[in-house]
């Protein structure tokens, strides 16, 4: 088989099959061999006074292939659990399959060969006993296709995982002395960084590692770690902490930790450390499975004992395989990983990503509590707080003065730019672009435009122009050295936020709260005090969502604590590596489709469109997926107490056994699927999703903070 390039399942050569891809070819081949077996017992079972011979020893030979396709990991299995002085149910199956081939294998050799094999079976001689290759065989296979329903998931989930981790430190531009004494610009790894080292940010590329400012001045975006939307100027003698964005470039940074042991990566490793706990049902069937474990060995061990006793051997063993078979634990096995697969498909095609797998789906219906960050969370993009028209100029209205200063912003990438931006998509206006621009490090753009007639600034209060003139965090347009307008950016709501707020208290009885780093100083889409009473784009109605301004990321923690005690268990929503504690510290964690790579990384749930209309539609999907949780545990409890109870009697012959453990099997995986049509709301987001992303939504192009 000729192979191109690598899978996540795949050897890294490209070249041959992994073991994973060779299980799942052998699985193949011996579920098609299993079912030939099926409708060769139906035969030897119903006709048996006209079947011909032939038909066992093609039984011998297709149950031999599947002995020789599944055993090497039982045996394996089992050598080592004996070694350890251990049984497991995989190795007990093993064991009663080996026995079941064994004895149907003599049965049919010990008989010898007849003159003809068309002969009708019952022709063998009289010593010939009954076969079980059919029921050996479909045993291995059934449950061997259990076990690789649960990999299959479970390595679905951590590919999704793997999707963000980076698979290489990335590169900055580090200052290297030259054997002349001069200083160039290398282009190496962050990795490669030690303490001292001097490295130069590049505008709108994000700082690596926590830093000193040794040279320059300039502006960087603190958002992602602080909430504050507006750039905070840095100049020589900052610390500068890793994660954030360097608007405008021109620093010179001095490392003070490496790389490996930043803020951003002691927040990770954090995350890291309070991951991966499994779920309550998750430990519910292991523990129910080592009760039934210790049920049917007994059952079993019981039946034979019984049996052959009274009825001889063959009985004995025919009631021990009934038990075994009947009381595996395929439908057991399967009944929570079907339903969170299905679960997690739904949610997938929605726009969501369980990145905490099963435990984070069976705690969505126990949530009692919703926080949101604000900055990047509950607030779209940026815009324009205030546009004021300082002079009042004919030749120049407000429309002209604000394409000539997009187009001198346009390909920058610092807040204000993007405001600009927003603003003349918004008015469906073109851009004056200039004749020339000049980047000011920390004070703004120069530029002239109309054939140089005309002087272009737009420039903060840092720049002597601007002088007193404007106030922190506010932005002057001057036109031939006259201040022409001020403006002043702040970040609006998300349009679905009132009604996403309305669902989650009226609907589902949620205590909700803001928590944001946010001062009482800076521009905000939030009253900046008590209670969320109303500002800019928000409707009264309210007053019992918290709102809790200027907390740090240990701060947000804490208050995940108290909200814990309080009402109950907490869901985060957030978007910034500030928000990794309170993300941590939660039940569960939920971050926003335009998150950091750290929030992707460790977040219990990624949206991955901006509709937070999702966050209520995934609570109500919640307590679906528990029923159908519920309702497989039921049925396989159910299935597995009547069964033994009606194979120890010895009602049930093997193959009708391993045809209720089938049925039994289908019926979990049919249960299950009935998620994918529960919640027809949820298929309105899909189709959101299909609108907005053209590409596949394992694809969200996230920087490397």
């Not at 070819?25 to 409708?39: K, P």
């Not at 002209?400 to 920058?412: C, I, Y």
């Not at 497989?632 to 093997?654: D, I, R, T």
């Amino acid at each position: 088989m000729e192979r191109h390039g690598s899978s996540p399942d795949g050897d890294p050569s490209g070249n041959r099959l992994s073991p994973l891809n060779l299980l799942y070819l052998r699985f193949a081949l011996a579920l098609i061999a299993s079912i030939f077996l099926i409708f060769i017992s139906l035969t030897l079972h119903f006709e048996s006074d006209q079947a011909p011979v032939f038909l066992r020893y093609v039984s011998l030979i297709l149950a031999t292939g599947v002995i020789v396709l599944l055993a090497g990991p039982f045996i394996d299995n089992l050598r080592r659990e004996i070694s350890d002085r251990r049984l497991s149910l995989a190795s007990l199956i093993f064991t009663g399959s080996g026995a079941a081939y064994l004895l149907s294998a003599w049965n049919t050799l010990s008989a010898g060969i007849p003159d003809s094999l068309a002969l009708p079976v019952g022709d063998v001689a009289p010593y010939s006993g009954p076969t079980y290759f059919e029921t050996s065989a479909m045993i291995l296979t059934f449950y061997i296709g259990s076990l690789l329903i649960d990999t299959r998931i479970k390595r679905g989930m951590a590919a999704y995982s793997r999707f963000w981790q980076p698979q290489s430190s990335p590169e900055v531009l580090k200052e290297q002395p030259q054997n002349d004494g001069s200083v160039a610009a290398i282009r190496t790894t962050a990795d490669s960084l030690a303490v001292g080292d001097r490295f130069l940010t590049e505008a709108g590329q994000p700082v690596l590692t926590d830093s000193l400012v040794a040279g320059g001045s300039g502006f960087v975006d603190e958002s992602h770690l602080t909430g504050e939307p507006d750039p905070v100027s840095k100049k020589e003698g900052d610390t500068v902490s890793a994660g954030s964005i360097s608007i405008d470039g021109g620093l010179t940074l001095s490392v003070t930790h490496p790389y490996r042991e930043s803020s951003l990566h002691e927040y990770i490793r954090q995350a890291r450390a309070m991951r991966s706990r499994p779920g309550y049902y998750e430990r519910a069937a292991s523990r129910g499975a080592s009760i039934l474990l210790v049920c049917v060995i007994m059952a079993a061990f019981f039946g034979l004992g019984y049996h052959s006793s009274a009825y001889g051997m063959a009985d004995g063993l025919q009631v021990f395989l009934a038990v075994l078979l009947i009381g595996c634990p395929c439908a057991f096995s399967i009944s929570t990983p079907a339903a969170l697969w299905v679960a997690n498909q739904r949610l997938h095609r929605s726009g969501v990503v369980a990145m905490g797998g099963s435990r984070a789906l069976e705690k969505l219906s126990d949530t009692r509590v919703v926080l949101f960050d604000k900055t990047g969370t509950l607030t779209e993009g940026v815009a324009f707080r205030s546009i004021d028209q300082a002079e009042d100029d004919p030749e120049w209205p407000l429309e002209r003065l604000m394409r000539v200063a997009g187009g001198l912003e346009m390909d920058q990438s610092h807040p204000f730019a993007r405001a600009f931006r927003r603003y003349l998509d918004q008015n469906d206006l073109d851009p004056v672009h200039p004749d020339e621009t000049r980047l000011l490090p920390g004070k703004g753009m120069e530029g002239w435009v109309l054939d140089r007639k005309h002087h272009i600034l737009l420039v903060n209060d840092r720049h002597e122009a601007a002088g007193r003139r404007l106030v922190s965090g506010e932005l002057g347009l001057f036109l031939d050295d006259r201040l022409m307008l001020r403006l002043q950016i702040y970040q609006p709501p998300r349009d679905q936020l009132e009604n996403v707020i309305t669902s989650l208290r009226n609907d589902l009885n949620m205590k909700v709260a803001v928590l944001t780093g946010d001062p009482s100083t800076a521009s905000s889409a939030m009253p900046e005090d008590g209670n969320v009473h109303w500002h800019e784009g928000f409707s009264p109605g309210y007053d019992d969502v918290d709102y809790h301004k200027g907390c740090t990321p240990e701060q947000k923690a804490e208050w995940v604590d108290r909200y814990r005690k309080t009402y109950g268990k907490v869901m985060f929503v957030g978007d910034g590596t500030n928000d990794l504690m309170a993300i941590n510290k939660a039940d569960l964690g939920a971050g926003v489709y335009n998150g950091t790579l750290s929030i992707k990384n460790h977040a219990d749930f990624v949206f991955f469109h901006p509709n937070l209309g999702v966050i209520p539609e995934i609570l109500r999907f919640s307590g679906k997926i528990h029923s159908t949780i519920r309702g497989n545990f039921f049925w396989a409890v159910a299935y597995n107490v009547v069964g033994v109870g009606v194979a120890l009697m010895g009602w049930l012959h093997p193959f009708f056994a391993i045809l209720a453990m089938m049925l039994s099997s289908l019926f979990v995986t049919m249960h299950s699927g009935s998620l994918q049509r529960r919640q027809q709301s949820l298929a309105e987001l899909e189709n959101q999703v299909n609108n907005i992303t053209n590409e596949a939504l394992l694809k969200p192009g996230v920087s490397e903070t």
